[in-house]
């Protein structure tokens, strides 16, 4: 019901503005995961393959959409900085300071490529900006690898999309099955992440406790 909604709304931007009206769908995806890139791009290629608008065109104007995007969302992680984000995981439950030190120590070996790669991630394609802005990764770094990446991801989806036609519905079909094993495995590392922390816990009050 909801893909349907989205490729109503989207057939509508791309027939009053052409491929800018992809790019625009696309900007927004970003900022609103919920909707899906993966009806969005193969529905650009459909229509370029109608002649609805230019298949360069599509792509140039849906990377140039995933940028736009994701800036919002780098700019958003920079504008909450370390202090604030540390002041907001606090308040999450079972999540600690040493936590978050972690997770920076992280992003500051592998976040070149966690924002490349990340941008080929469901639904992580967007969020993967927010840590990039809290951390401060050099802008141009962060354009570069948010275009190459938003790029080969567009292209990819916008060329089934183009080479399937009339059936390029076929596409959301094998996203969604690789959205569903991403979040599930996403899933199972929340569980054991809670049931190692539950753990600790108890062994952290028993300890206490003998200690009274």
Do not use: C
């Not at 609103?32 to 609805?52: H, M, R």
């Not at 951390?135 to 991801?153: K, Q």
């Not at 079909?173 to 495995?185: A, D, E, N, P």
């Amino acid at each position: 019901m909801i893909a349907g909604s989205v490729q109503q709304w989207v057939t509508s931007l791309m027939d009053t503005l052409g491929a800018p009206g992809a790019g625009l769908a696309i900007a927004l995806e970003n900022l609103f995961p919920p909707l899906p890139s993966e009806v969005i791009l193969p529905l650009a290629g459909f229509a370029a393959g109608a002649g609805k608008m230019g298949l360069l065109a599509a792509v140039l104007w849906t990377t140039a959409g995933s940028v736009v995007g994701a800036l919002a969302l780098y700019g958003l992680g920079a504008w909450l900085g370390r202090e604030r984000t540390i002041a907001l995981a606090s308040k999450v439950p079972l999540v600690k300071a040493s936590d978050i030190e972690k997770s920076e120590d992280w992003f500051a070996r592998h976040g070149t490529k966690a924002v490349f790669f990340g941008r080929m991630v469901p639904v992580f394609r967007s969020l993967i900006s927010v840590p990039a802005g809290v951390e401060r990764m050099p802008l141009p770094v962060f354009l570069g690898l948010t275009t190459l990446g938003s790029a080969i991801w567009n292209t990819a989806f916008i060329m089934a999309g183009y080479l399937l036609g009339e059936n390029w519905t076929k596409v959301s079909g094998y996203v969604s099955t690789y959205s569903k094993i991403i979040l599930g495995v996403v899933a199972l590392a929340l569980v054991a992440f809670v049931v190692r922390r539950v753990v600790r816990s108890r062994k952290e009050n028993r300890k206490e406790k003998q200690r009274g």
